[in-house]
């Protein structure tokens, strides 16, 4: 059976170098990819993970430099957590502490330790201490392998209602409610581990949703390639009445585009070819990669995006 669980979570940034400083210097992951948004050139489209950029690690930004900030609400990914060895949830408390990133206080969730932070924009970010997490590869992260990130832990979805998304995770996006805590209702994708949770939490008659700086724009399923995307899509349409876009080439996915029925913009993509398509494995990230159809506008692009140090 195809892996299933998240391929990368799209969120809205502010300034560009604020940004790569953040997920790079503080919370140690690797920017494998730098390249533009494919709808909006003019902006860039960052892409941070594990060493190689595998699927259920990449959490990706627009950073636009003078967003207006959004606002949490109905409809929207509600925090987006990282998976750290268990014993490493006080290690991470004190480098907030010390680098003045704004976090609470580390809670009990489905018995896992979790740490919530924001980043500088204010996305609602936490940290899930998982045991046996340290006997998995850290990568050259630039802190201590003990303590670093591997990958997605979660994502959670603040929704009036979680059955009718409920309904397309364990019909078509190969997941299976698994238990409930309070408002929060877990769905996980087989035997994943790294990205292979989702949580919704129930919350009617909160205010919808306004994206802006600080939001998760979409959010992304894994599909092993073009067959199983479109074995999903089939089900979309013949179970749920939901149309999906066009597959469009992400140049390091194929993807195809729908709105659940919470509201939340999701995301169907392909694990291939990814990210060392157009560069070696041990430079991605380095050089500023377009499309084919952008590479004939790079002198007017770059001239466009902020510079990076």
Do not use: C
Request: zero cysteines; charged letters at 20%.
């Amino acid at each position: 059976m195809a892996s299933r669980g998240l391929h990368h979570v799209t969120a809205i940034a502010g300034p560009a170098q604020r940004n790569l400083n953040f997920y790079t210097h503080v919370l140690g992951l690797r920017l494998v990819k730098k390249t533009v948004n494919f709808d909006d050139p003019g902006t860039y489209h960052f892409y941070f993970g594990n060493e190689s950029g595998a699927p259920g690690t990449i959490l990706t930004f627009f950073p636009w430099e003078h967003v207006a900030p959004g606002r949490l609400g109905i409809g929207e990914t509600q925090e987006t957590v990282f998976r750290v060895p268990e014993g490493a949830i006080g290690w991470w408390l004190q480098r907030f502490v010390e680098k003045g990133i704004a976090h609470g206080t580390p809670e009990k969730r489905f018995g896992e330790t979790v740490l919530p932070f924001r980043d500088p924009d204010g996305l609602r970010l936490a940290l899930a201490g998982i045991a046996g997490v340290e006997n998995e590869p850290a990568g050259n992260t630039g802190l201590p392998a003990d303590v670093a990130i591997r990958g997605f832990h979660s994502v959670s979805l603040l929704l009036a209602e979680a059955a009718p998304t409920g309904a397309i995770l364990t019909d078509v996006l190969g997941y299976a409610e698994i238990a409930r805590e309070g408002s929060l209702v877990r769905y996980r994708a087989g035997d994943t581990a790294v990205g292979g949770i989702l949580d919704i939490r129930e919350a009617g008659g909160f205010l919808p949703a306004r994206m802006g700086g600080g939001s998760v724009h979409h959010v992304a399923f894994r599909a092993a390639g073009d067959a199983d995307q479109a074995a999903m899509v089939r089900r979309l349409a013949d179970n749920h009445r939901l149309a999906v876009t066009e597959q469009r080439d992400r140049n390091y996915f194929r993807s195809v585009y729908f709105r659940e029925p919470g509201g939340v913009l999701f995301e169907i993509a392909t694990d291939d070819p990814g990210f060392a398509v157009d560069e070696p494995a041990e430079s991605l990230g380095t050089a500023l990669k377009l499309p084919a159809f952008l590479e004939g506008h790079r002198s007017r692009i770059e001239k466009v995006l902020p510079a990076l140090a």
